[in-house]
């Protein structure tokens, strides 16, 4: 369970990413990029992201970034240990920014390139937030992996990085957790289950909707299944990203009960697909249960033809491990603090 605190603040782990995991990858055995590694791409985002120049990014001062990170790796090749973000902020106030700043410059492909090409004294102050002591060290300097390889169930909480007033922070952080999924998902065999819910502040921003394009496209390839949770129709509605990247490539879509939404619900059959006869199917949910039964009905399409309605009931270990109420929630955390949860579910539902 991983969400942004300061670690001298908190016990909970934070939010911590050592970017550079996979740097051994980067070059080839004549010393030259991969320009199709993914953890590469990777880092260039980040440092994009941290700082754009005065009229954006263009493809002359990318390829000076994409130089530094080359010109880094092999600096790096001798060391004994993996380089973190403050390594690589050090490299570029020692050895990038004399060359910017010097009238021999600093050559990419041939061309010489000075303070005139790259502002990079402003990306310096930029990327210091990042690093030493910058407010958001802790983000980028992570040691280890936040063991995302051999955790089979990983959580990252986004709901305190929505109350944080910097734009390019959030981003940053979103652009790490979708690498790091990204990273699991081609890396660990087996299946893997990446469930995002409630995030949709983090699903409409730009800087994940390119990662989104691509986990969805990418995703049954890797044994993975990528799923989008939401009980808000309007959310639906409202993001492009959904519209264009997750809806386009989702085969599976499963609705609970929708009799709030009948007065909106031609929107959702529209954006959905859904036939006539699904409307209704899908409306009538609910409607001529069975008494005495604590079952409660969904709808689930498989594809364009393949659909119905199915009763589903939770074991009463299930309905004590996973109630989202806070008040009804309180007797399983506080016996939970004493005994263990496994011990506190297995009390709490009657020793079974």
């Known amino acids: 369970y991983l969400k942004w605190e300061r670690q001298e603040d908190s016990n909970v782990p934070g939010m911590s990413f050592n970017i550079f995991w996979d740097m051994d990858q980067w070059l080839s055995k004549s010393g030259d990029l991969n320009a199709d590694c993914i953890g590469l791409g ?6 994009q992201t941290i700082w754009k120049p005065q009229g954006g990014w263009d493809s002359a001062s990318g390829n000076i970034i994409t130089q530094i990170l080359k010109d880094f790796c092999l600096n790096w090749q001798q060391s004994d240990r993996p380089p973190v973000f403050d390594d690589l902020f050090d490299f570029i106030n020692t050895d990038i920014v004399p060359l910017l700043e010097s009238e021999h410059g600093y050559t990419v492909n041939g061309v010489k390139n000075t303070t005139r090409n790259l502002d990079i004294n402003s990306m310096c102050t930029a990327l210091g937030a990042y690093a030493k002591k910058g407010a958001y060290r802790q983000l980028l300097n992570g040691t280890g992996r936040n ?3 051999s955790s089979r169930f990983t959580v990252f909480e986004v709901d305190k990085l929505s109350g944080i007033n910097d734009s390019r922070f959030y981003s940053l952080c979103i652009l790490c957790i979708m690498n790091s999924f990204n990273a699991k998902m081609r ?3 087996g299946m893997k289950v990446m469930v995002i819910e ?10 994940m909707s390119g990662y989104l394009a691509g ?5 049954r390839k890797f044994q993975t299944s990528a799923v989008v949770v939401t009980q808000q129709v309007s959310d639906i509605m409202s993001s492009q990203v959904v519209k264009d990247t997750i809806l386009q490539n989702s085969s599976v879509r499963i609705l609970l009960d929708q009799s709030n939404n009948r007065n909106s619900f031609s929107q959702l059959q529209e954006l959905l697909g859904l036939t006539d006869h699904q409307r209704d199917v899908i409306l009538s949910m609910n409607r ?4 005495g039964l604590q079952y409660r009905e969904v709808f689930i399409a ?4 393949k659909y119905g309605v199915y009763a589903t009931e939770v074991s009463p270990q299930e309905a004590i491990c996973y109630e989202s109420n806070k008040e009804k929630k309180r007797p399983f955390l506080e016996l939970s603090a004493k ?3 496994i011990e506190a579910i297995r009390q709490l539902a009657g020793g079974e």
């Open 42 to 47: 990777f880092v260039q985002s980040v440092i």
């Open 147 to 149: 063991d995302i390889f």
């Open 187 to 189: 890396n660990t065999p």
């Open 198 to 207: 409630e995030a949709w502040k983090a699903i409409a921003n730009e800087t």
């Open 215 to 219: 986990l969805w496209k990418t995703a």
């Open 288 to 291: 001529s249960r069975k008494k």
């Open 302 to 305: 498989l594809g364009d033809k």
């Open 339 to 341: 005994v263990g949860p």
